[in-house]
């Protein structure tokens, strides 16, 4: 349910909260006070397309918020799309911007806007004059009658989404099989392929070894060179070996270290430098007896690099790629050597699938037409509520005896309607009074509201076109509705209006050279004159008598709701 609406800059809009209450929650006002702009910001919260000339001139961002009690609902769902809520409250946030900035929140949390609209999806439903077209556009007729259909319903839809995405792939592997047509070339390809990389006997450390060991040889004269001078001046030299002269360095040492502990240290460590020396001058001799050019060898490497280099570029730019686009290739050659047989296999396999996908079809066509039988029943009631009393309406099964396959299922369906005796059934999309459908589409959306659960409903003056007894029926019927559910209703009607729990007005005024929208929530003196103004304009002992009268009589007709 819908606590409270947070409005700061949009349109005439500079700074607003409504708070809204359980059952029915009305708003009038003057034409042109800014009645819509209240469930524009709605929209915008909610995830709707966001206009940049929402904006209040003067302003360069435009805020709004909407918080929902969700206590007793959603909280598990929640945690599957990140969002937690300790409280049992949900707040839905969007600031927009001239420059196109554009922030959706949830609970505080940044989000995209599709998620923001997924959401807000299943907590309010949002019905304007002007979104017939989606109700009357046929193609959202079979949303409707599943939706409807409930639970199990829903469940069967899903069986058969799954076998037709599993009846897809199959059909996919098989159309790809036959479709090769070049396949013996193929095959040959792909084996010299795997051959070339198989007798190049590839491992992945190889090439940075073969790297090290050339730039080795192509340096061997300086590395040599190095070695040696290092090896003469510690081990050779004409003048005596540095290391001999350190030896004796230490046996001096050693031979006064009993007079004092820093003579004692310091042969201590010329001892050790001389042992670490030592094993340097070993090192060196090993190396530089392991230094030689071999240009065989250098020859050898050589040619192994080219190749590695080779193969990397037709296959995948490093060793580790190449290796993987062998393994895929061998996997591409061993499916197509055993295409025939493959065929045949998955010929067998689409068969089984196809007829395990038709079966569930069937149930699903049997669930949606005791479904629509339900539907159709409920819609008459319905209409007959809203003053229709020999209307008939009929789910109609297009496609019957046509074998489809989707993963909807075979049905194709379309909404029919008769509102009057002796006139045929037509489609509903070629109803054209916009009364009409203003009541058809409520008895639409109570049914669907029924089977989806959504706790509030907003009705955004869809009450155009219509007066006199039908407006009654209308406001009896929302009235009815918001038994169950909250209702916001933007409306003109008083029949409507009286209905109201909750009553505020629209009203627009200057402030200084700006025009500013406000909305107050009417006591019961105010409310009376407001549904004065709506019944006639001019407010009067008689229009407030009247007034008074509506409001009393609509209090006895909730009362036997």
Do not use: W
């Not at 000339?53 to 609902?73: C, H, M, N, P, Q």
């Not at 077209?133 to 899903?158: A, I, M, P, W």
């Not at 009541?439 to 509201?449: D, E, G, P, T």
Request: glycine residues 6%; aromatic residues 6%.
């Amino acid at each position: 349910m819908l606590l409270t609406l947070n409005i700061k800059d949009i349109a005439l809009i500079d700074e607003l909260m409504i708070e809204f209450s359980p059952g029915m929650n009305v708003l009038t006002g003057e034409t042109g006070a800014g009645k819509s702009i209240i469930v524009d910001s709605l929209n915008l919260a909610l995830g709707e397309r966001a206009d940049k000339d929402l904006i209040r001139a003067g302003s360069e961002t435009a805020y709004v918020d909407a918080v929902f009690d969700i206590s007793g609902k959603m909280k598990e769902e929640l945690k599957g799309y990140g969002i937690s809520s300790d409280e049992d409250m949900l707040i839905f946030s969007r600031e927009i911007s001239k420059s196109g900035k554009n922030l959706c929140r949830i609970n505080g949390r940044p989000v995209t806007l599709s998620l923001l609209k997924e959401i807000s999806d299943k907590l309010v439903d949002i019905h304007g004059q002007h979104e017939h077209q989606s109700l009357l556009n046929e193609k959202n007729h079979l949303v409707f009658l599943d939706d409807y259909g409930g639970k199990e319903l829903l469940e069967d839809k899903e069986l058969v989404k799954n076998a037709y995405t599993e009846y897809s792939k199959t059909l996919a592997s098989l159309n790809k099989l036959k479709l090769d047509g070049d396949r013996e070339r193929k095959l040959d390809v792909l084996k010299y392929q795997i051959d070339e990389i198989e007798n190049a006997k590839l491992k992945p450390e190889e090439e940075t070894a073969l790297l090290e060991e050339r730039a080795l040889q192509r340096n061997s004269e300086n590395i040599l060179s190095a070695l040696e001078k290092s090896y003469d001046g510690l081990y050779g030299g004409v003048n005596g070996a540095a290391l001999t002269n350190i030896k004796e360095a230490v046996s001096a040492m050693k031979s006064i270290a009993s007079f004092s502990a820093d003579y004692d240290r310091l042969a201590q460590r010329l001892s050790d430098s001389y042992y670490n020396l030592e094993e340097c001058v070993y090192d060196l001799r090993d190396l530089k007896n392991r230094i030689s050019f071999d240009e065989s060898s250098m020859e050898s490497i050589e040619d192994r690099l080219a190749l590695i280099n080779t193969l990397k570029r037709k296959y995948g730019g490093s060793v580790e790629e190449t290796l993987k686009f062998k393994e895929k290739a061998q996997e591409e050659y061993d499916i197509l050597l055993n295409s025939e047989q493959m065929i045949e296999n998955l010929t067998n396999e689409l068969a089984q699938r196809k007829e395990k996908l038709v079966l569930l079809q069937n149930e699903l066509t049997k669930r949606r037409k005791k479904a629509a039988g339900d539907f159709e029943k409920d819609i008459i009631n319905q209409l007959s509520d809203l003053g229709f009393n020999s209307c008939e309406f009929s789910v109609t099964f297009l496609n019957e005896g046509n074998l489809k396959l989707s993963e909807n299922g075979q049905d194709e369906v379309e909404f029919f309607i008769s509102l009057n005796k002796g006139q045929p059934l037509r489609p509903l999309r070629k109803i054209a009074s916009g009364g009409e459908v203003s009541r058809i589409m409520l008895a639409l959306k109570n049914v669907q509201a029924g089977a989806d659960q959504i706790d509030s409903c907003v009705f955004d003056e869809i009450d155009t076109g219509i007066s006199g007894k039908t407006a009654n029926t209308v406001a009896k019927k929302m009235a009815k509705i918001s038994i169950g559910r909250q209702v916001i209703c933007v409306t003109h009607l008083p029949q409507i209006a009286v209905m109201a729990d909750k009553h505020f007005i629209i009203t627009k005024e200057n402030a200084g050279k700006t025009v500013r929208t406000n909305v107050i929530k009417l006591d019961n003196e105010s409310r009376i004159e407001e549904i004065a103004r709506l019944s006639g304009g001019q407010v009067s002992s008689a229009s407030l008598l009247h007034a008074r009268e509506m409001i009393k009589t609509a209090g006895e007709i909730k009362g036997q709701l």
